[in-house]
C-alpha cells in the first residue's frame, strides 16, 4: 500500500494525483511518489486540466516511472495528454498505458503556434584515462545554436545556477548508482543521467534546442554535426539520434499536437558500427555518412565516402528525406547484438523528453522556491 499526501484517489492499481495547476512542475514531493509507486508495482495517473502544461523534467519521470498523464475535457472525458488518444477511464492508463496508442481524439488539438526545434539523445562512454566532465556534450551542442544551459537540478524548480564541475560532482556523489538530472535555459531543456557500468561512465542526454526556422541559417546542420565530432574527440558515443520537430517556444509540454517529428541523423559509436551490414550498396540510399574516432578522422576529418571500416571508428548518418532514409539504415543493424550494447533499449526516435535509462534517487540537488 502507497500513502502518501498528494494521492487524491485510488483506481484499483492506479493512484490519482489531480493538479488544477497551470504548470505542473517535478517536486520533490511529486518525485517521491512516483519512486515509492513504482517500486510497489503501482500506476501514478496525473489528472490535469486541458489548459494545463508539465515541464520536461516531469515528462521525462513520467516515462521513467511508467506514469500516466491523464487530460479532463470540458465534458469529462480523458485522454492521453501525451498521445491524444481517448480514454474510457483510469483503468485505461493501466491496462493499455501508460502511454495511449492509436487515433487521437478530435479533442487533441493540433498547436496553432509552434516553434522549430532539434532534439539530441546521445549515449556516452567516459575515456577511463580521462577526467569524467558531465554537461560537456551539452556545451558543445549548445554553443552551435547560442544557447546555453542557465539553471540544473535534481527536482524542480530549477535555481541552481549551471555549473558542470558541480552536476559531475552530484553524479560522482551517486555512484555507482543512477544519477539523474535537468538543466534548463533559454530555448533549451535537458536530461542527464550517469552510471557506472564495468568502471566506466555512462552518460544518457536528451536535449531539445530551439533553432531558427528552416532555410534561415542554412550551416545549422553542418555545424550540429561538427559539434557531435568534437563530443566524440573526448567521449565514445555508443548511438544517439538526432531529430527535427515543433515544439512550443517555453519547452514546456501541453496537452497538443504537434506534429510528427522527423528523423535527420543517427550517430554510431565504434562498437555499434561493428553490427551494420555494410555488404551491397553502402552508404543506404538517400544516406551520408562521415567518420569520427578513426585514425585517420581523429582529428574532425570528414568523409563522405562510406570508409569506415576502421574499427575504432565511428559514424554520423545524415538522411535526406527522413523516416524512409531511417527505415533503410535500420535494416542494416544486426537488431538483437544492437539491443544488448545499448542496454536493451535504444533511444527511441519519436520520443519526446525521454533517455536510456532514468532514475531519480532520494539524495538531490534542487533549488529553491519561486523559481520561473
Not at 139 to 146: I, K, N, Q, S
Not at 184 to 194: C, D, I, K, P
Not at 254 to 272: D, F, K, M, N, Y
Request: hydrophobic share 40%.
Amino acid at each position: 500500500m502507497v500513502r502518501h499526501p498528494l494521492i487524491d484517489d485510488v483506481v484499483g492499481p492506479a493512484i490519482v494525483v489531480e493538479s488544477a495547476s497551470p504548470v505542473v512542475w517535478l517536486t520533490d514531493a511529486l518525485a517521491s511518489l512516483l519512486r515509492r509507486s513504482a517500486d510497489a508495482g503501482r500506476t501514478v495517473v496525473l489528472r490535469t486540466g486541458r489548459e494545463s502544461a508539465i515541464t520536461p523534467a516531469l515528462r521525462h519521470a513520467l516515462g521513467a516511472y511508467g506514469a500516466a498523464w491523464a487530460v479532463a475535457d470540458f465534458d469529462g472525458t480523458l485522454r492521453d495528454g501525451r498521445t491524444g488518444v481517448a480514454a474510457s477511464g483510469i483503468e485505461d492508463f493501466v491496462h493499455r498505458g501508460p502511454e495511449l496508442v492509436g487515433t487521437p481524439s478530435p479533442e487533441h488539438p493540433v498547436s496553432a503556434d509552434s516553434v522549430r526545434q532539434i532534439s539530441i539523445d546521445l549515449t556516452l562512454r567516459h575515456h577511463a584515462e580521462r577526467a569524467v566532465d558531465m554537461g560537456s556534450a551539452i556545451e558543445a551542442l549548445c554553443h552551435t545554436v547560442g544557447t546555453c544551459p542557465t539553471r540544473w537540478g535534481t527536482a524542480e524548480p530549477l535555481t541552481v545556477p549551471w555549473d558542470r564541475w558541480v552536476v559531475t560532482q552530484y553524479a560522482k556523489h551517486e555512484a555507482p548508482g543512477v544519477s539523474t538530472s535537468y538543466a534548463v535555459g533559454e530555448g533549451f531543456s535537458a536530461t542527464m543521467t550517469a552510471h557506472l557500468v564495468g568502471g566506466v561512465v555512462v552518460e544518457t542526454m536528451s536535449a531539445v534546442l530551439t533553432v531558427p526556422e528552416e532555410n534561415t541559417d542554412p550551416e545549422l546542420a553542418n555545424r550540429l554535426f561538427d559539434a557531435v565530432q568534437q563530443v566524440a574527440d573526448q567521449v565514445v558515443p555508443v548511438f544517439g539520434v538526432v531529430m527535427q520537430r515543433r515544439g512550443d517556444a517555453d519547452h514546456l509540454v501541453r496537452a497538443v499536437s504537434h506534429g510528427e517529428p522527423s528523423p535527420l541523423a543517427v550517430v554510431i559509436g565504434p562498437e555499434a558500427s561493428e553490427f551494420l551490414d555494410r555488404d551491397g550498396v553502402w552508404p543506404p540510399p538517400r544516406t551520408t555518412t562521415a567518420t569520427f574516432g578513426t585514425r585517420s578522422g581523429a582529428d574532425g576529418d570528414r568523409s563522405e565516402d562510406g570508409d569506415t571500416d576502421s574499427a575504432d571508428g565511428g559514424m554520423i548518418v545524415r538522411f535526406e528525406d527522413g523516416w524512409e532514409a531511417l527505415e533503410s539504415f535500420l535494416d542494416r543493424i544486426d537488431e538483437d547484438r544492437f539491443l544488448q550494447l545499448v542496454g536493451g533499449a535504444p533511444l527511441d526516435p519519436a520520443h519526446d523528453e525521454g533517455t536510456l535509462d532514468g532514475h531519480v534517487r532520494d539524495t538531490r540537488v534542487t533549488g529553491g522556491h519561486g523559481a520561473p
